[in-house]
């Protein structure tokens, strides 16, 4: 493949299910849409709907390195892993950074590769959830980090999932709304700011009326601002009766 060309790191099962769509994506990787755009797409809300339970666990060496190991997430939990040539170097150059060998059970995978991915400044994006299931891989910093230049598109989620998304998976993108009851949207953005610290990935966007806000990122940072928007819009009300109205 040539250098623009996304290489896939995808389980080996479904590699030949995969075969069609992969070559699709590969010729339309500078496409900024979504990979799947109809109206039944999979962005569910429920972190049940979108994840089953990986099959096994794995070894992890201190000489493993992010290729080797999303390998393994592949093959664990049946998601095909891609990656533009670029990053895909990256990640075979890249050890996990281990002290020493580490047994993954088959109930962490999710949360253990993706916070040794964020550690090393990349993420998951959802190319598609439905078979053959894609995920890709994007850098958070450098001259390439950009959602939209992927060709995949964050999560929707509810805010109310916001901890367990945390907790169970830290290196997903996701965006969510919330409904202001008080505050004004625009004025609150501007006052939140300060907060992003990675426009390329952390937005904080009012939207509509002025009393919705857009807010896209990594979950702990998710979960943060939700909170403060929340203590915000309370304040803005000048009583302690208000709320923050939670949509996805």
Known sequence: M??????????RTARSA????????????????????????ARPSAVDALFTPPTRGFDVKPSTTLSDLLDDFSEATGWAVLADAGDQRGLANTQVGL??????PANEVHAFVESVLVTHGYAF???S???????????LRGPGASLSRSG?????????????WEREHPGFVLRALVRLEHADGRALANS???????????????VGDGRTVILSGLAPWMRETRDLIAELDLADAGTRGGSVNRTH
């Not at 769509?21 to 496409?31: D, E, I, R, Y």
């Not at 002290?99 to 993954?104: A, E, K, L, T, W």
């Not at 995949?152 to 367990?164: I, K, N, Q």
């Not at 939140?192 to 009012?206: C, G, H, Q, S």
């Open 192 to 206: 939140l700011r300060a907060l992003v610290r990675d426009p390329n990935l952390e937005v904080v966007v009012p």
């Open 152 to 164: 995949a598109g964050p999560v929707d989620v509810e805010l109310a999932d916001l901890e367990r």
């Open 99 to 104: 002290q020493g060998r580490r047994d993954v």
């Open 18 to 41: 995969a075969s069609a769509l992969l070559l699709a994506l590969s010729l339309g990787c500078t496409n900024t849409a979504p990979v799947d755009e109809s109206p039944d797409a």
């Open 129 to 139: 959830a439905r078979e053959p299931r894609i995920l890709r891989v994007v850098p």
């Open 125 to 127: 994006s959802l190319a």
């Open 2 to 11: 040539s250098a623009s060309t996304p290489n896939l790191r995808g389980a």
